[in-house]
């Protein structure tokens, strides 16, 4: 099981910057990926960033040139740099611990998310 702690959400006005912090804890050699994902009002759950073990990177296309997905393996934490945000990047932000079957990532199960947070963006 792994356990995964969000912080950095916020009130920023538009064009502004974010980062957002997800620690990792417990079984995380199990790892292969961590995403980052997003949840509007009245809209389904999204991949917004993946960060292979790897190193690869993948991101949304409308976050692309904008958010920047890295890690810190000494802290076992990852982070989500948002910038230029926009009124459309408001959401609930999720970290998500993934493993890799040899042709999907997927998430575990419920454990694997962390709790969220929440980030507004104003116009």
């Known amino acids: 099981q792994v356990q995964l702690v969000e912080s950095g959400g916020g009130l920023v006005q538009a064009g502004g910057s974010l980062r957002l912090s997800c620690a990792a804890s417990?079984?995380?050699?199990?790892?292969?990926?961590m995403g980052w994902y997003r949840q509007a009002p009245g809209k389904q759950r999204e991949l917004v960033a993946r960060?292979?073990?790897?190193?690869?990177?993948n991101y949304a296309d409308s976050v692309k040139g904008r958010f920047t997905f890295s890690r810190d393996n000494a802290k076992n934490t990852v982070y989500l740099q948002m910038n230029s945000l926009e009124p459309e990047d408001t959401a609930v932000y999720y970290c998500?611990?993934?493993?890799?079957?040899?042709?999907?990532?997927?998430?575990?199960?419920?454990?694997?998310w962390g709790q969220g947070t929440q980030v507004t963006v104003s116009s």
């Open positions: 417990g079984s995380i050699f199990s790892i292969d990926a």
């Open positions: 960060l292979t073990s790897g190193g690869t990177t």
């Open positions: 998500a611990a993934l493993r890799f079957d040899g042709t999907y990532y997927y998430i575990l199960g419920n454990d694997y």
